[in-house]
């Protein structure tokens, strides 16, 4: 069987990927300069894609750049954070495992008799140091990028994905406080910090009173557009031997509301479902599958929801404007306006909508049809 050519749940990289120029070319001169990045989108639209692809073009281009990726999508904990930190420098300026070795026993001396490493497996490397001790002293691990950076005489661009997830470690505020003393001494290394939780991060970079408060260059992510959804999918269906005309491929970008992930699982299954041309019918059969194959994630969120959160989140898909208005507030049973400010707060926190000061929308097109269409049955 052919595979298909698109791809999601999967990073898009090289051929996947489309568009996003402008932001691939700010974050690529942002990386050169050292400049420090923190990057913010909603959930799947396309962050860590950006940053790989951005990445892999700069390593490409420019050896005396080298790119260290963390993902604290699992790290729990500081002491997990500091382990990961290290573990991931020495992996990203070491090509062999001896190498990498050598740059631990150089650079981080002072933990070393307790750090131990599994020769057949490099991500196998255990710092057998206790967290009391390393609660004492992380300097060493907090300044190793611009430590190897200097003595290298290279530039080390850290990426930290799901920055969000500090801010679920005991003392939050303590422990950025410790990171931005550290690491905006450092000249040899740039930082880019991104995740989805925007509230959370904006505070976090934003609000004067936190310690990352003007860190460095704050960039929303956009979604793509129509247009480049709709270029990209013609191009991807034609490189395959299919085809798909333009008002079908809008279609596609439309239904999923440009959003990355689901365009490019609209686009996957319309594709599977294509012989040669593909029709309306196709892509409308393609998008019920996904609504239907989601109906029980969806069903579950449903259950755990109040009914003044639906209510919201109801006013909302009708296209409500003033939620905190009297007229809304009695529409959709919403209590009192104090109670709308703490139903938008406990939804944006589980990622179930995003504030902007634009408009304030559900975060998952799909969830959004499935609320409207089958769960409060509203005329489409
Ligand atoms: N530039 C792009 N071109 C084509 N497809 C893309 C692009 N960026 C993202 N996608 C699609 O969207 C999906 C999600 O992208 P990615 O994982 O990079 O998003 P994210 O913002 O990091 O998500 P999360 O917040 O969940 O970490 C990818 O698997 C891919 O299908
Ligand atoms: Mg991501």
Avoid at 3 to 22: C, I, N, W, Y
Avoid at 119 to 142: A, R, V, Y
Avoid at 334 to 359: C, F, H, M, W, Y
Wanted: proline share 3%.
């Amino acid at each position: 069987m052919e595979t298909s050519p698109f791809v999601f749940g999967k990073l898009a990289t090289m051929v996947d990927f489309t568009d996003r120029e402008t932001e691939a070319d700010h974050l690529a001169s942002n990386f050169r300069s050292l400049i420090n990045t923190i990057l913010i989108s909603p959930r799947r639209w396309g962050k860590t894609s950006l940053v790989n692809h951005v990445s892999q073009r700069l390593v490409s281009q420019e050896p005396e750049i080298k790119i260290c990726h963390i993902d604290l999508f699992n790290v729990r904990s500081e002491e997990e954070f500091y382990i990961e930190l290290a573990t991931q420098i020495l992996k990203s300026t070491s090509s062999k495992w001896e190498e990498l070795a050598q740059n631990a026993k150089e650079f981080l001396s002072r933990l070393l008799p307790k750090i131990s490493f599994s020769p057949d497996d490099q991500s196998e490397l255990s710092f057998g140091i206790g967290w009391n001790e390393l609660k004492k002293n992380p300097n060493d691990i907090l300044d190793l990028a611009e430590t190897i950076a200097v003595a290298r005489k290279y530039k080390i661009v850290v990426c930290i994905d799901e920055f969000q997830s500090i801010g679920d470690y005991k003392n939050p505020v303590a422990f950025q406080k410790k990171l931005r003393s550290h690491w905006q001494r450092h000249t040899h290394v740039a930082y880019c910090l991104y995740g989805s939780k925007r509230h959370m991060l904006l505070d976090v970079f934003t609000n004067p009173s936190m310690p990352f408060y003007k860190f460095g260059d704050l960039m929303f992510l956009e979604k793509i557009k129509t247009e480049d959804w709709v270029e990209f999918i013609k191009r991807r269906f034609s490189e395959t031997g299919k085809e798909i005309n333009h008002v079908d491929a809008t279609r596609i970008a439309d239904l999923a509301e440009n959003h990355s992930y689901y365009v490019q699982q609209i686009a996957q299954q319309a594709w599977l479902r294509t012989e040669n041309l593909c029709t309306d019918e196709i892509v409308e059969s393609a998008f019920q599958g996904i609504i239907n194959q989601l109906g029980l994630l969806f069903t579950n969120i449903t259950e755990s929801l109040s009914n003044k959160q639906l209510g919201l989140l109801k006013a909302i898909i009708s296209g409500e404007r003033q939620l905190s208005s009297q007229s809304t507030i009695q529409n959709y049973n919403l209590g009192t306006s104090a109670n709308v400010l703490r139903l938008k707060q406990s939804l944006q926190s589980r990622e179930i909508i995003d504030i902007t000061p634009e408009q304030t929308d559900l975060q998952d097109p799909m969830y959004k049809y499935w609320l409207r269409v089958v769960y409060f049955k509203m005329k489409v």
